[in-house]
């Protein structure tokens, strides 16, 4: 009996959270976790990245290495996203990460990529977002925020999430 009693206030309480949450029009996103800042420099257009840079636009970091496959085989699909939205309040910036100097400069995504690449000499970068494995994606909100983190390759699934997601915002 005092299981269910329990049960039954958890419910309540519940319920008071959303209606509370919903009434004051208050939103989810800022419960979002902040991305962690860090700068960098693009070897394939020359610029340097930093949160400055950033600020204010919705920022796109793919994680890849170039002796990963399905990395350099979802290059299409981020190349689709870039010519989509590089005209917008959008940057796509990739950043190769446990690889190394030569295979980054020599790999096909390098030699295709319009966007920025930053090498992330001693895997940095990606130990501020927690990557342990490739590739990753992670789509920041011009408040300074992940709004969205896929694991895995961009897929023509995951192309479509990506771009019902900017569409609604940009």
């Known amino acids: 009996m005092k299981k269910r009693s329990s049960l039954i206030n958890i419910g309540i309480i519940l319920v008071a959270i959303l209606a509370f949450f919903t009434a004051k029009k208050i939103k989810w996103e800022m419960f979002l976790p902040d991305a962690p800042e ?3 420099h693009s070897e394939n257009t020359g610029e340097d990245i930093s949160p400055a840079s950033l600020t204010g636009k919705y920022v796109m970091l793919n994680f890849w290495a170039s002796w990963c496959q399905i990395c350099v085989l979802e290059t299409d ?3 689709h996203i870039h010519n989509a939205y590089k005209s917008k309040n959008f940057l796509l910036i990739g950043i190769a990460t446990s690889d190394l100097k030569d295979g980054f400069t020599n790999s096909l995504k390098f030699k295709m990529a319009p966007w920025p690449l930053i ?3 001693g895997n ?7 990557v342990y494995a490739l590739p990753q994606t992670f789509i920041i909100g011009p408040n300074g925020r992940v709004q969205m983190h896929l694991k895995g390759k961009i897929d023509i699934h995951k192309l479509g999430q990506i771009q019902n997601f900017l569409d609604q915002r940009l």
């Open 77 to 79: 699909h981020l190349k």
């Open 119 to 121: 090498f992330d000499k």
């Open 124 to 130: 940095q970068i990606a130990y501020l977002y927690g």
């Open 38 to 40: 860090f700068t960098g």
